[in-house]
């Protein structure tokens, strides 16, 4: 077992987890850069960017579309409608 601290322990997490945000910071600033870029020239939407992405991720997860659809709509049984407020 190692003679380190908890506390220790989440310094150098804490550390390490900064200089991997210091370094995917261009990156992020990129991806950025590229949604404005195609909402500017007209190419997509914000929607358009919002779902394409929403898309991928699910592709990129290898989600099983048929248990999400499965469950998605029993949740929109459960909330419906309801937008949120208690009227």
């Known amino acids: 077992m190692s003679d380190k601290t908890k506390q ?3 310094s150098s997490f804490i550390k390490s987890i ?5 370094c995917i910071k261009p990156y992020l600033e990129q991806k950025k850069e590229l949604r404005k ?3 500017d ?3 997509l939407t914000k929607e358009d960017i ?3 992405m929403k898309a991928y991720r699910l592709l990129k997860d290898n989600t ?3 248990e999400l659809d499965k469950i998605y709509s029993e949740l929109q ?4 409608d309801n937008d949120g407020t208690d009227e």
Do not use: R, S
């Open 41 to 43: 020239n007209k190419w």
């Open 8 to 10: 220790e322990h989440m």
């Open 77 to 80: 049984e459960l909330v419906g």
């Open 64 to 66: 099983d579309m048929v």
């Open 50 to 52: 919002k779902y394409t």
């Open 18 to 22: 900064a200089a991997i945000d210091d």
């Open 37 to 39: 870029e195609y909402v």
